[in-house]
């Protein structure tokens, strides 16, 4: 029997990725906040529900896509939320960015009907949720995971497709996602902070740095962002300070050290203070340009 797939939150990430789901074939029940997105969703073949519930009513798999714990928490929760409605058997999959501790919670009350949470948070921004090429890191249940891979995959690269775990890892290897490509970031950005001051050539010091060991996606993609500043948001630095807050709350958790990601965490505090809250995260490169007066 083939799933229904209930889908919510379309937003920059979550319109796309839901109509991706259109294309490989599924059929979709989608709900969101504002209506426009539901319209252009119903317009490429979706059906629309009332509520959280309603789409909990009409799926076998549940899709969230949220912007941060405390709406995912609404969502599946609170009044006329997905847990009211869930029928035994469904699959809830989030796909937000959120804390691991509240999944494991979440996970919980959604055994307690009868069904299964996975969490599995995406890697690959704005170009990377249209093309259906998607990184995800799935943690719960192997044999739900299982099930729905292949729904997964209208989304996603089948090879970046992984199961880190159990409840809470995907989350978790979410979190380390976000820490690397920080490091990333304000290392490319201090390179080309002091190539600039330095009164050389940015641009060609990347494309010296693209053929060896300092080669990166983040070089590659936000580099270029940061020569040509082109800020537009793929990701927006508003969401990513949101992960480094529940990176740090983790690492608090953990009793892990993570020095390099408070430092960055304070670097995208500062843009965001200075007005580039809704600009791509690769803007974090402007505060140390102005740092250095480059």
Not at 17 to 41: C, F, Q, T, W, Y
Request: net charge positive; proline share 3%.
């Amino acid at each position: 029997m083939s799933e229904v797939v209930g889908f919510i939150g379309l937003g920059v990430m979550g319109k796309p990725m839901a109509k991706n789901l259109i294309k490989g074939g599924h059929s979709l029940v989608v709900h969101n906040r504002s209506r426009k997105a539901v319209d252009e969703l119903i317009a490429a073949g979706a059906k629309a529900a009332a509520s959280p519930a309603d789409v909990a009513r009409q799926s076998s798999v549940v899709i969230t896509m949220l912007p941060d714990t405390p709406d995912v928490e609404l969502v599946l929760t609170g009044t006329g939320g997905v847990l009211s409605a869930l029928r035994p058997n469904t699959v809830v999959i989030d796909m937000s960015s959120i804390s691991p501790i509240a999944t494991r919670a979440l996970a919980s009350m959604v055994a307690s009907k009868g069904a299964t949470m996975l969490d599995a948070p995406v890697s690959g921004g704005e170009i990377g949720a249209i093309n259906a090429s998607l990184s995800i890191m799935v943690g719960g249940d192997a044999a739900a995971f299982e099930r729905v891979k292949s729904i997964l995959a209208s989304m996603g690269n089948a090879e970046r497709i992984v199961h880190i775990g159990e409840s809470g890892a995907g989350q978790v290897c979410k979190i380390c996602n976000q820490v690397a490509i920080g490091g990333a970031l304000a290392g490319v950005s201090e390179a080309f902070a002091l190539a600039r001051k330095a009164g050389v050539d940015a641009a060609r010091v990347r494309q010296a740095l693209l053929g060896g060991f300092a080669a990166s996606r983040v070089l590659e993609v936000h580099g270029e962002r940061m020569l040509t500043g082109n800020y537009a948001p793929g990701f927006r630095a508003q969401l990513y300070r949101k992960d480094l807050r529940i990176a740090n709350e983790a690492a608090a958790a953990n009793g892990v050290a993570m020095p390099a990601t408070a430092l960055v965490a304070q670097l995208i505090n500062a843009l965001i203070a200075s007005g580039g809250a809704d600009l791509d995260y690769s803007a974090v490169g402007t505060v140390l340009f102005k740092l250095a007066g480059s």
